[in-house]
């Protein structure tokens, strides 16, 4: 059964109490499809290697599954922004 009631809504940011007005909007795209590549096979460092090349403030996507760890550099992600991955032996897919 579904039940049906009236909520109040909050009130639009800035004290507009009326819905803006429809109007279409034109998306430009600077790349094409597919012109920023996945990485479909990631290599790792060990800690000991990272630690020899990362920075310690470096920040890091971490993703834990089934007691297998990975860390994933933002500044990798930031240029390829998916990593298609299988962490404890769960397919993923990392974005950013």
């Excluded at 096979?41 to 760890?69: I, K």
């Amino acid at each position: 059964m579904i039940a049906s009631r009236d909520v109040a809504l909050p009130a639009p940011l800035g004290g507009a109490t009326q819905p803006a007005e429809e109007r279409q909007v034109r998306i430009i795209t600077v790349l094409p499809r597919d012109a920023i590549p996945a990485i479909l096979d990631p290599e790792f460092l060990t800690p000991q290697q990272a630690a020899g090349q990362m920075r310690s403030t470096e920040r890091v996507m971490g993703v834990f599954l089934n007691g297998e760890a990975r860390a994933y550099p933002i500044t990798m992600l930031s240029v390829h922004e998916i990593v298609n991955d299988t962490v404890g032996g769960v397919p993923i897919a990392v974005t950013y």
